[in-house]
């Protein structure tokens, strides 16, 4: 009853976190009795760990933390959802997904990993799934009482299904083209599920692959900026939000950053957006 899973960056761990959400959501609408109720919860850990630290928390964590978290979440002490919500966990009938512990950030990881792994584990009888990047994985609060789960790479078969997908019939030379270029390319970038994504979406858009991971993630950002659009309106933008996404996925490989952040690591394209957005 409490899972740790692990997988590289794009590998689908929050789409399963999502997946669990909805299941456990659809078992808990067909339950006939109120007191049986088993209700999903996600929490993802980011955004735990900048609230502590706003709240200058530090050392070790306990359930009156999570109690407090909840309050803040959805509308303070007495809201009707944060009353449910504690009586639920209280009352071990949450099944609590805890979405990107690698996110927790230097400060917050030890407090959140013993927090998760120990005390939660001990006090509460419910379930507990647990998804980090396993390279920035450190198991010692979770060796003994969690069951370790890891996410494999596409198979071949997959890879090609994927494929075949995002295709349709009116560009099958187009697709044979994909997998005759692809063939050369790292496996990593074929077994990853959003890296291979990006890859068909760019070559559909440019007729070309990106033959790195830098080259993909910048072409694909582009593609997600421009939408359906052959050229930006505003060239500056667009060329401000691609290195932008570069920035947080490739170089300093989080979700959540400051404006310190940008201006330092990009900054006079920094500039250039504010001038923009103040216009």
């Known amino acids: 009853r409490a899972t740790i899973v692990l997988g590289p960056a794009a590998s689908g761990k929050t789409t399963m976190m999502h997946r669990l959400f909805v299941e456990q959501a659809e078992k808990a609408k ?15 850990v980011a955004e735990l760990a900048k609230w502590l630290n706003g709240r200058q928390v530090t050392g070790d964590l306990d359930v009156s933390t999570l109690h407090n978290f909840l309050q803040h979440q959805h509308g303070g002490p007495g ?8 009586k639920l966990l209280d009352g071990s009938r949450l099944t609590l997904l805890f979405d990107g ?11 959140i990993s013993r927090f998760i792994g120990n005390t939660l584990r001990s ?13 920035l994985f450190v198991g010692t609060d979770f060796k003994s009482n969690f069951d370790l789960v890891q996410i494999q790479p596409l198979s071949k078969e997959l890879q090609q299904q994927i494929v075949e997908l995002r295709f349709t019939e009116a560009e099958v030379e187009f697709k044979n083209r994909f997998f005759e270029e692809s063939a050369s390319l790292p496996e990593e970038m074929l077994d990853n ?16 692959l990106s033959r790195t991971r830098s080259d993909l993630y910048e072409q ?6 421009l939408g359906r659009h052959a ?12 290195s932008l996404g570069h920035l947080v996925h490739v170089e300093l490989k989080k979700r959540d950053f400051t404006e310190s952040e940008v201006q330092q690591h990009l900054g006079q394209r920094s500039k250039l957006l ?6």
Do not use: W
């Open 274 to 279: 504010t001038l923009y957005s103040r216009a």
């Open 101 to 111: 512990l690698d996110e927790a950030g230097e400060k917050q990881k030890g407090s």
């Open 30 to 44: 067909e339950c006939g009795n109120a007191d049986d109720i088993v209700a999903p919860y996600i929490i993802r």
């Open 220 to 225: 694909g950002i582009q593609q997600l900026v």
């Open 231 to 242: 050229e930006p309106q505003v060239p500056e933008i667009v060329d401000f939000l691609r």
């Open 193 to 208: 599920p959003l890296l291979l994504t990006m890859l068909i979406g760019v070559f559909k858009r440019e007729g070309r």
């Open 123 to 135: 006090h509460f009888d419910g379930a507990i799934v647990v998804t980090s990047r396993e390279s």
């Open 79 to 86: 809201a009707p959802l944060v009353t449910e919500l504690i």
